[in-house]
């Protein structure tokens, strides 16, 4: 039964459809259009997840050749990899977490200011588990274990789309929803650092090229464009025999290289098409919930719930976010810390994001440093972390978005005065 609930409350796709069902009942909608509302909001996610899937399977070919081009070796930040890990350990108390964590969220919707309903379902499974890791290492077990994780969880679930919310705001341009990703200290910081290097400055998104380059201010060809001279590049550095024996069954390591730059392009290309069709269902549905269950309630939706506002601060935001890696990369070692390689995927979608807030303070200088920071941040963090995680910490990876390594580090020098 446990298995059962978190399987259907780790799955945003589900656990949308079940709030915008909720949302569709409650305003005594038609049946047709309950039905209809509910399972195109789910296709709007499973067209967003379909969309990450092809992204990720790009970004990964890339990972590989990147790794071989330049003989990487050291901890990779990847939140599936360290959960998978972890739940083997502590499956059964990250359940509990989670599901009273989701609970509490309810329960500080309905009678806090801050009425924000997160619905980014294995993000919540994330931290539960971080939770649930620390709390362990720091000696804590059994009921205490769960009653202070899910409440700690709760309070995460509503605070953070709160912080966020005034940026969200001014991105885009209504107070519809909020953003519900635990990547939200980077986001706070990209916009923060925005605004003090950037204010006033023009957006990413008025970017003038001359009329030759018009097709540049398509974002799709733009990002595969950009793409392509990243694939090239490191393909040239990583060479044929490896590519062409390990990643591309034989097809020429150049074409290769293209041809993955034109899915990753489409892989966004889905996403934000999935995007665009979820946001524009849960919206209208949640009405049903903020009038009749939690006055003004708001969803708090995954990150790419944002890309279609700044397409650009996208691609801006992923390359700084990574450079930033690349730095960190070679000064973790010298200050003591585990080296931490850049993972592609933490820094496409919380250094796209961070560059969206940078670019909503301070225009183009804003995603620049902004998604930097993000960049920075998203690998010093988790090798701080990692003495935090006990066992964990010795598995090869490890959480990746900035707020699991805020949360754990707190949390485990909170659990070290006692």
């Known amino acids: 039964m446990i298995q059962f609930l978190l399987d259907i409350l780790s799955d945003p796709a589900v656990l949308i459809g079940i709030f915008a069902l909720a949302g569709l009942l409650l305003q005594k909608a038609k049946v047709s259009d309950v039905v209809g509302g509910t399972i195109k909001t789910i296709l709007g996610f499973v067209i967003l997840g379909a969309g990450a899937q092809i992204l990720v399977g790009s970004l990964d070919n890339f990972r590989q050749i990147f790794d071989h081009a330049f003989d990487l070796k050291g901890t990779i930040p990847n939140n599936e990899a360290i959960v998978a890990l972890a739940m083997k350990q502590f499956g059964t108390y990250t359940a509990y977490v989670m599901i009273l964590g989701m609970g509490v969220n ?9 009425k924000y309903i997160f619905l980014t379902g294995h993000h919540t499974l994330f931290m539960a588990c971080l939770l649930v890791a620390v709390l362990s290492a720091g000696g804590m077990g059994g009921i205490a274990l769960v009653l202070s994780g899910g409440a700690l969880l709760g309070m995460l679930m509503v605070v953070m789309p709160a912080l966020a919310q005034p940026f969200t705001r001014k991105i885009t341009g209504n107070n ?63 060479g044929p025999a490896f590519i062409e024996s390990t ?35 849960i919206v209208p549905a949640f009405k049903g919930i903020s009038d009749k269950l939690i006055p003004n309630a708001k969803p708090a939706l995954d990150c ?67 998604s930097f920071v993000n960049g920075l941040l998203i690998s010093f963090l988790p090798a701080i972390l990692l003495n935090s995680l006990g066992a964990l910490g010795f598995a090869g990876t490890t959480f990746g978005d900035t707020d699991f390594g805020i949360v754990g580090i707190v949390l485990s020098v909170f659990l070290g005065r006692f």
């Open 304 to 370: 790419p719930a944002v890309f279609p506002f700044a397409p650009n601060a996208v691609v801006i935001g992923f390359m700084c976010s990574f450079l930033g890696g690349l730095m960190a990369m070679f000064i973790t070692p010298a200050l003591g810390l585990a080296v931490i390689v850049p993972g592609l995927i933490p820094h496409f979608f919380t250094g796209s994001t961070a560059g969206i807030y940078g670019n909503a303070t301070g225009g183009l200088r804003g995603a620049v440093v902004g």
């Open 106 to 114: 309810l329960l500080l919707a309905r009678i806090t200011p801050l």
């Open 247 to 281: 990643l591309s069954d034989g097809v020429n390591f150049l074409v290769f290289a293209i041809k993955q730059a034109l899915v990753f392009s489409a892989g966004v290309y889905i996403i934000l098409a999935g995007v665009r069709l979820l946001i524009s269902e």
């Open 176 to 238: 519809s929803f909020a953003l519900g990703h635990f990547g939200t200290i980077g986001y706070l910081s990209a916009a923060l650092v925005g605004k003090a290097f950037g204010k006033g400055g023009r957006s990413t998104e008025d970017i003038k090229v001359p009329d030759s380059l018009r097709f540049l201010r398509d974002t799709s060809i733009s990002m595969a464009l950009t793409m392509g001279i990243l694939y090239i590049i490191v393909s040239l550095f990583a």
